[in-house]
T-cell receptor
């Protein structure tokens, strides 16, 4: 099974709301990722978790707060977002954080609209 | 960071035609993937190909790591092949993927 699931599929929130995006994989992968994709642009890396520890934060504003409660789950907590944060948020996972086989598998994404 | 360039940016073909998409990258990589993004945003894995040649049905891919490029071949195109094709690379272990800007492919019936 090469499935990564994400919830919710769609989210509309105001600038003062707090919400969370969830990602789950049951492939035994030890690296998980958040990407952001604006319309008609390629995905851009936000965060990398390796063995449940944050290993890369690509200078993302603090209004985005990642969390990895265990090796199968990845959350992205959202607070005080701006309309320009509206985008498709994609989660991915790969088998081994440091090995030579790092094929990434993506979830279907959460389409976020900030009003 | 690694730079990734894809060409052409747009490609319009008739059903049944063949096409070649190119991906150039600026540094050595240990991961190179080709994806097809469907209209709903799902990234579908086509190939994991940091080097060598692979084939899957009407699709094949070749990566020449020493010359820092990869090619995706689509033969006998179908309208369902339409969409955006991304090349993405990773330099080290779990560094995350850097995506090219994509090739927008339209297959007309």
């Amino acid at each position: 099974d090469t499935e990564v699931t994400q919830t919710p599929k769609h989210l509309v929130m105001g600038m003062t709301n707090k919400k969370s995006l969830k990602c789950e994989q049951h492939m035994g992968h030890r690296a998980m990722y958040w990407y952001k994709q604006k319309a008609k642009k390629p995905p851009e890396l936000m965060f990398v978790y390796s063995y449940e520890k944050l290993s890369i934060n690509e200078s993302v504003p603090s209004r985005f707060s990642p969390e990895c409660p265990n090796s199968s789950l990845l959350n992205l907590h959202l607070h005080a977002l701006q309309p320009e944060d509206s985008a498709l948020y994609l989660c991915a996972s790969s088998q081994d954080a440091s090995g030579s086989y790092n094929e990434q598998f993506f979830g279907p994404g959460t389409r976020l609209t900030v009003l | 960071g690694i730079q990734v360039e894809q060409s052409p940016p747009d490609l319009i073909l008739q059903e049944g035609a063949n096409s070649t998409l190119r991906c150039n990258f600026s540094d050595s990589v240990n991961n190179l993937q080709w994806f097809h993004q469907n209209p709903w945003g799902q990234l579908i894995n086509l190939f994991y190909i940091p080097s060598g040649t692979k084939q899957n049905g009407r699709l094949s891919a070749t990566t020449v790591a020493t010359e820092r490029y990869s090619l995706l071949y689509i033969s006998s195109s179908q309208t369902t092949d339409s969409g955006v094709y991304f090349c993405a690379v990773e330099g080290g272990g779990a560094d995350g993927l850097t995506f090219g800007k994509g090739t927008h492919l339209i297959i007309q019936p």
